[in-house]
């Protein structure tokens, strides 16, 4: 089959990992008769640098005619200075918003061979870790009203219903596939937008019957990733709290430099895209870790075109790899064999 992939490399890192992915997936087209297009389209600070914006209407354009989009990272210090609308970040949200993409997928999954970058007691962490945090990307204080008034600044959170229920759907077809468990995170002691997010899932849990429903506070949830991670797995959460606790549970997994993302909405076109930063100051170094993005190709592979078996061809790969004991720098322990980028995208490569 032919697919159209728009890669945004963006700023940082992101050219390093998206040429790796780009690699990957081209190994996966000869191996199993697929042919992957791709197309280059700036966004963030590389856009603002050549285009004078952050998101170019060409872009844009680009992303919705093809069938997904492979994103790197955006943002750096040399764009600091820049007011909330001329951000790199100001990118990520308008792709989000403009591709409709509500519903976001970070799997937060520890590989055993990586257990000794767990922070957490052994005894914690246990045999393995996965946990998916289903968090909404189009809504909330993220898209909200938000202004200065005199001495003072806003920013608000709104949800409709339609727009919570349209994601907790994807949080129980997710759990249907797991271990049928449901925790959808709020602070409904204090928020009114909370209070509906329970109300609508009491009543989406009702066509799930098989999956258990609980309901946490964002506090408590944030301290139970720590104090027992396994109770978890799916967390559904409204856009910020699951922001922040998709970093919380990244760390679980020894590093964020593993972490893949699936950004969906009603069609197949998704966002795939690694949860780190541009992480600038080893840009070009070739020491990145591109395996979050060569995992977020995987994701792409199995929710946007449908091909499960080519996306576990490259999950096995990555762990075949980290089981022969090469690591790049941000996972490297005593006794493992350290490799930059390059090299760890042909050994994954080569095991496909
Ligand atoms: C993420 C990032 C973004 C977010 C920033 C860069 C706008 O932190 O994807 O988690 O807050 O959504
Ligand atoms: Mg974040």
């Given at each position: 089959m032919n697919f159209n992939i728009v890669t945004?490399?963006?700023?940082?890192i992101g050219p390093d990992i998206i040429a790796e992915a780009k690699n990957i997936l081209n190994v996966i087209g000869k191996k199993y008769n697929h042919t992957f297009h791709f197309t280059e389209k700036p966004a963030g600070g590389i856009a603002i640098d050549?285009?004078?914006?952050?998101?170019?209407e060409d872009t844009i354009e680009a992303c919705k005619k093809a069938d997904s989009v492979l994103l790197g990272a955006v943002g750096g210090?040399?764009?600091?200075?820049?007011g909330g609308n001329d951000r790199p970040e100001k990118a990520l949200l308008g792709l989000r918003g403009s591709l409709e993409l509500f519903a976001n997928l970070r799997p937060a999954v520890l590989h055993k061979q990586l257990k000794?970058?767990?922070?957490?007691k052994p005894e914690i962490i246990g045999d393995s870790l996965d946990i998916l945090i289903v968090r909404e990307l189009t809504g909330g204080i993220y898209f909200g009203k938000r202004g200065r008034t005199e001495g003072g600044a806003y920013d608000t959170m709104a949800y409709s219903e339609k727009e919570i229920e349209r994601v907790l759907r994807v949080g129980y077809g997710a759990a249907m596939k797991r271990r049928k468990k449901v925790t959808v995170v709020d602070k409904a002691n204090i928020l009114e937008t909370s209070r509906l997010w329970r109300e609508v899932a009491n009543r989406v849990a009702k066509d799930f019957p098989e999956v258990e429903t609980s309901f946490l506070y964002v506090d408590n949830c944030s301290m139970q990733l720590i104090r027992d991670?396994?109770?978890?797995d799916v967390i559904v959460t409204e856009n910020m709290f699951g922001d922040i606790l998709s970093d919380e549970a990244s760390m679980l997994t020894g590093s964020i430099g593993m972490l893949a993302s699936a950004s969906l909405g009603e069609t197949k076109r998704g966002m795939y895209e690694p949860i780190?930063?541009?992480?600038?100051?080893?840009?070009?170094?070739?020491?990145?870790?591109?395996i979050a993005t060569v995992l977020s190709a995987a994701m792409m592979l199995r929710?946007?075109?449908?091909l499960e078996e080519e996306a576990r061809a490259v999950e096995n790969a990555v762990t075949k790899t980290l089981d022969d004991g090469y690591r790049t720098a941000d996972i490297w322990s005593e006794g493992m064999k350290k490799v930059g980028t390059k090299e760890m995208g042909r050994l994954i490569a080569e095991r496909i």
């Open positions: 945004v490399s963006g700023d940082g050549t285009c004078g914006c952050p998101l170019p210090p040399k764009w600091d200075h820049l000794e970058a767990c922070p957490l991670p396994r109770q978890f780190h930063g541009s992480a600038p100051d080893i840009a070009g170094k070739d020491v990145a870790n591109p929710y946007s075109f449908d």
